[in-house]
């Protein structure tokens, strides 16, 4: 059974950062990929990093490029998402997720509850 589990959100000002973790179970990481997508209030679900377990590979959305980074606990399932230079517009709830087609494509399988990412002065 896939389980995800995220934290690590949080109230942080214009310019802060703060670091999101997943702990995953039920699949090995090394044969999947793994990310986060966000959803906004009253907005759809928008795909934000992933990492490609089999190559190591990421997949950032325009928004976030070089400023968040997905990252891998090695030998572990557990992935992270450091976010700097946050902005009001990345306040969201962000789930850690796993993808059906690899990270090719936004195409959301299983995700977790979520965690909250708020970003205010």
């Known amino acids: 059974q896939v389980q995800l589990v995220e934290s690590g959100g949080g109230l942080v000002q214009p310019g802060g950062s703060l670091e999101l973790s997943c702990t995953a179970s039920?699949?090995?990481?090394?044969?999947?990929?793994l990310g986060w997508f966000r959803q906004g209030p009253g907005m759809g679900r928008e795909g934000v990093a992933c990492?490609?377990?089999?190559?190591?590979?990421?997949r950032y959305t325009d928004s976030v490029r070089g400023r968040f980074t997905i990252s891998r606990e090695r030998g572990k399932n557990t992935v992270r998402l450091r976010m700097t230079s946050l902005k009001a517009d990345d306040t969201a709830t962000y789930h850690c997720?796993?993808?059906?087609?690899?990270?090719?494509?936004?195409?959301?399988?299983?995700w977790g509850r979520g965690t909250q990412v708020r970003v205010a002065s």
């Open positions: 997720t796993t993808f059906t087609e690899g990270c090719s494509q936004w195409a959301f399988d299983y």
């Open positions: 039920g699949f090995d990481l090394d044969y999947y990929s």
């Open positions: 990492l490609h377990g089999p190559s190591g590979g990421r």
